[in-house]
C-alpha cells in the first residue's frame, strides 16, 4: 500500500498570504490528523478529523482550520500567514477511529517557510 | 487530563551499549501508548505500541519497551544500539474515554545520538 502522501512538499509564503495543505490517508484509512512540528514548541496537535466530522481540536486560533472530504482526503488551510506558522506540518492517518488500539501513520511533510 | 513527559531531552550512547529513552505518563482511564522516531527531514514512523498484555512489548529494529503501572513510566530500550538508531524518539498516549476518543497526546522528544 502507498503510505501517506502530502502535497506540496515544500511551500514559501509571506505574511499575509493564505495557504492549503493537502494529505492522502493510506488507503482504507478514516482518521486523519494534522499536527505542526517547530524547534521551539515540539510537536503540536492541531485536529483530527473522521468521517468528514472534526473529532478532536487543538489550542489554535481560527486562521487555522481544516476538512475531511468523503474519500477520507484532507486539507488544512492557514489564513493571514504569520511568522511563526513557519513550520513542518504533518498529516497522519490510522486505520479507524473508534477505538485506541490503531498507530498513526505519518507523511512526509509539507515544510512552510513564511517570509 | 492527558500528558507524556519525555524528562531528557538527549540521550547519547556508544554503539553496541544498552540504550534506554524514557517516558513517563498521566491518564485519567486505561493508557494507550506507543513510541514513534522521526529521522532528519521525514515524518514519524510507528516503532510500538502498548494496549494490554504483556509489559515488554516488541517492536521494530531491535527496540521494545517496559510498560509499568505503578511508576506510570514507558521507557524504550535496546539491548545494543547502532549508530544508525541515532534520531528524534517521541512517546505518545491516546485519550480514551471508554466510549469516546481523544487525541493523541505527543512527548516533546528524546534526541538520541548514538557514536561509533
Known amino acids: 500500500k502507498a503510505g501517506v502522501t502530502q502535497t506540496p512538499r515544500y511551500l514559501i509564503k509571506t505574511r499575509g498570504q493564505q495557504v492549503t495543505l493537502s494529505c492522502s490517508p493510506i488507503s482504507g484509512h478514516r482518521s486523519v490528523s494534522w499536527y505542526q512540528q517547530t524547534p521551539g514548541q515540539g510537536l503540536q496537535f492541531l485536529f483530527e478529523y473522521f468521517s468528514e466530522t472534526q473529532r478532536n481540536k487543538g489550542n489554535f486560533p481560527g486562521r487555522f482550520s481544516g476538512r475531511q472530504f468523503s474519500n477520507s482526503r484532507s486539507e488544512m488551510n492557514v489564513s493571514t500567514l504569520e511568522l511563526g506558522d513557519s513550520a513542518l506540518y504533518l498529516c497522519a492517518s490510522s486505520l479507524e477511529g473508534r477505538t485506541p488500539r490503531n498507530e498513526q501513520f505519518f507523511g512526509p511533510g509539507t515544510r512552510l517557510t513564511v517570509l | 487530563a492527558q500528558s507524556v513527559a519525555q524528562p531528557e531531552d538527549q540521550v547519547n550512547v556508544a554503539e553496541g551499549n544498552p540504550l534506554t529513552v524514557k517516558c513517563t505518563y498521566s491518564v485519567s482511564g486505561n493508557p494507550y501508548l506507543f513510541w514513534y522516531v522521526q529521522y532528519p527531514n521525514r515524518g514519524l514512523q510507528f516503532l510500538l505500541k502498548y494496549i494490554t498484555g504483556d509489559n515488554l512489548v516488541k517492536g521494530s529494529y531491535g527496540f521494545e519497551a517496559e510498560f509499568n503501572k505503578s511508576q506510570t513510566s514507558f521507557h524504550l530500550k535496546k539491548p545494543s544500539a547502532l549508530v544508525s538508531d541515532s534520531a528524534l524518539y517521541f512517546c505518545?498516549?491516546?485519550?480514551?474515554?471508554?466510549?469516546?476518543?481523544?487525541?493523541?497526546?505527543f512527548g516533546r522528544g528524546t534526541q538520541l545520538t548514538v557514536w561509533p
Open positions: 505518545a498516549v491516546r485519550d480514551w474515554r471508554g466510549s469516546t476518543l481523544g487525541r493523541l497526546y
